[in-house]
């Protein structure tokens, strides 16, 4: 089965640093997706991307954060000025296009920030 | 958008069938249910998706009653690694996906 691929699987950061989050959607999918999950909660949505542009985006979702597919295959989270709570698991997810299809999730790149 | 509730936590023993129930008493019309499987430090993962009455794939069957109110995840014979936390998802809203609490469902030998 196609995969969302993610990189890098960790990254470390200390607090004020910006950090890039990259993920590679599976080839065909048109909507891409940005959740984060602190440890031991539940998953969180943070912002919907179509036809290059926001399509959706949750109150966490402020502007700190910024998202951008630079080319025609990767899909980018940039987190400004990060800050010890933005510590978590980021998910990236994509799905084909049609209304009730699935969604496709990375593994993550869990982010310490310190 | 409809609020979904789901037990915290089940425990279980291989070879049972689990049965997890979601409630969503605000569902509308054009809503879809679908559940999702988490493993602990991987994304989650499309287990199935109904509308309506019984839904079956390889992995698990979903019951949903007449008046869409709640359904049921129905897990045939689980085994240790079906230890996870499942999700129940109600929306008709693709662009925003969003998780409840989930149930963590705990497999016993």
């Known amino acids: 089965e196609p995969e969302v691929t993610q990189t890098p699987s960790h990254q470390v950061t200390q607090m004020g640093q910006e950090v890039i989050l990259r993920c590679v959607p599976i080839s065909n999918h048109l909507y891409f997706y940005w959740y984060r999950q602190i440890l031991g909660q539940k998953v969180e949505f943070l912002v919907s991307f179509y036809n290059n542009e926001i399509s959706e985006k949750s109150e966490i979702f402020d502007d700190q954060f910024s998202v951008e597919r630079p080319d025609g295959s990767n899909f980018t989270l940039k987190i400004r000025s990060t800050k010890l709570e933005d510590s978590a698991m980021y998910f990236c997810a994509s799905r084909p296009g049609q209304r009730n299809e699935k969604l496709f999730f990375g593994s993550g790149t869990q982010l310490s920030v310190l | 958008l409809a609020k979904t509730t789901q037990p915290i936590s089940m425990d279980s023993y291989e070879g049972q069938e689990v049965n997890i129930t979601c409630s969503h008493n605000?569902?509308?019309?054009?809503?879809?249910i679908t559940w999702y499987q988490q493993f602990p430090s991987q994304g989650p993962r499309f287990i199935i998706q109904g509308y309506k009455t019984k839904v079956t794939n390889e992995v698990a069957s979903l019951f949903i009653p007449a008046d869409r109110k709640s359904s049921t995840l129905s897990l045939p014979r689980v085994s240790l690694s079906d230890t996870a936390v499942y999700y129940c998802?109600?929306?008709?809203?693709?662009?925003?996906?969003?998780f409840g609490s989930g149930t963590k469902l705990n497999v016993k030998p």
């Open positions: 998802l109600v929306g008709d809203n693709f662009n925003k996906f969003y």
């Open positions: 605000n569902i509308a019309t054009n809503d879809y």
